[in-house]
């Protein structure tokens, strides 16, 4: 089974690119892939994807009732600007990573070693 990771900036609300990367991820056959996602931030606890996807923790969640803005920001670009950082963040090995928007997802796809990315 191959692994899959996706890149994206979040996935609550199912607008645009998200809507987009749903329609996709809920069609791929759930037996010759195992699917992760990475949503940068966390707007809502909707969920717009199957079951047998895998969420992974946002870099900021604005769900927490303790959400600190200035601390979540600090943090999200420390890791922005460390690919070393982010390698530590990223626990499981993938065939291939895939930033579905531009700018920071496609930063953070770039920045995993030993796997094919699309940017």
Known sequence: MKRLLFITWSI???????????DILNRIDN????IDVLPLF??????ILNDNINILDSL??????DHDEKKDLDY???????PVKFNK????????????????PSYFASYLI???KLV
Do not use: Q, R
């Not at 037996?31 to 195992?34: G, P």
């Not at 900021?60 to 009732?65: A, E, G």
């Open 12 to 22: 609550s609300y199912g607008y645009g690119t998200e809507k987009s990367l749903a």
């Open 31 to 34: 037996t010759k892939y195992s």
């Open 42 to 47: 966390k707007n809502s606890n909707n969920v």
């Open 60 to 65: 900021i969640d604005y769900t927490k009732p």
């Open 76 to 82: 999200y670009y420390s890791i922005l600007a460390s």
């Open 89 to 104: 963040l990223i626990k499981n090995d993938y065939d291939c990573v895939i930033a579905c928007n531009h700018n920071a």
């Open 114 to 116: 030993n796997t094919t």
